[in-house]
């Protein structure tokens, strides 16, 4: 119980070392199912016109293909075999492709995407993540948008170097433009650039201003974000999960500055 969430003191031996495991771990993988499209249904019933509800389907190294095969893993062999880190990378990828067809078909209109193990602030470079990781995403977001649905892309590192790829996608909404220290998200630069094209989501840090901060800091921090994000697509949000310490005052002044400096549209 004294560890929380981390630092995670198991050490787990990966599943894939080498090609010949692909066709072992090809039999692991669970099959989609749309089980998760009845909830979203009882919860879009409940909340109405008071709340979105949106369904998650994790990328495809995010909790799965990075669960068989660290990411660091990944891009060594990316550099050094490539055929073999596609293979499985896309094994995991066709299954994204099967559930998120299902949830459409089943009704589900409003997606959560994280693709935060695929991030910059993992290691990865946007020359991958061009080649490798947009011709993925843009499949994704043009299913769902053959449905008139909508697709929020979820990264909590850094996001600017990526932003253009994801404009270039197709993605309606991006979260969580974490700015520095954790991230590199400069909000007002951001609506500059692509605000026309593409919503941003958040940007209120969720440790050194909800947490840690007082709720001066945290006026000042929804002030400024309001005042960047007003000139183009912008929602008010937190760059990850409010964690648990956190004030019950800062969260009390981040709802009503929220309300006070922003609008409704």
């Known amino acids: 119980a004294e560890y929380g969430i981390s630092p995670n003191p198991i050490r787990l031996e990966h599943a894939v070392k080498c090609v010949e495991d692909l066709d072992r771990v090809a039999h692991l993988i669970p099959e989609p199912d749309a089980l998760p499209a009845d909830s979203y249904r009882n919860l879009e019933a409940v909340l109405g016109e008071d709340g979105l509800v949106r369904c998650c389907v994790y990328g495809p190294i995010d909790h799965q293909a990075g669960e068989l095969m660290p990411p660091e893993d990944m891009m060594v062999n990316w550099l050094t075999d490539r055929p073999f880190v596609r293979r499985l990378v896309g094994m995991f990828w066709s299954q994204v492709m099967a559930q998120t067809r299902l949830l459409l078909e089943a009704g589900v209109r409003v997606f959560f995407t994280p693709w935060y193990w695929h991030s910059l602030s993992v290691g990865w470079g946007p020359v991958i993540f061009r080649e490798w990781f947009l011709p993925m995403i843009a499949e994704q977001v043009a299913l769902v948008h053959s449905y008139e649905g909508l697709v929020f892309y979820y990264d ?3 996001m600017m170097g990526i932003v253009p790829i994801l404009v270039e996608a197709g993605v309606d909404v ?6 520095p220290p954790v991230g590199d998200f400069d909000l007002e630069e951001a609506v500059r650039s692509w605000g026309p094209r593409i919503t941003f989501l958040g ?3 969720l440790i050194y201003v909800l947490q840690r901060g007082s709720v001066e800091d945290v006026r000042r921090s929804v002030q400024r974000s309001c005042e960047a994000g007003k000139r183009g697509r912008f929602i008010l949000g937190t760059t990850d999960g409010i964690r648990e310490g956190t004030p019950v005052a800062n969260l009390d002044a981040f709802f009503r500055y929220g309300r006070e ?3 409704t549209t």
Not at 174 to 179: A, D, G, L, N, R
């Open 156 to 158: 909590d590192g850094k």
């Open 174 to 179: 991006v979260e969580t433009c974490t700015p």
């Open 203 to 205: 940007h209120t840090d």
């Open 261 to 263: 400096y922003g609008k």
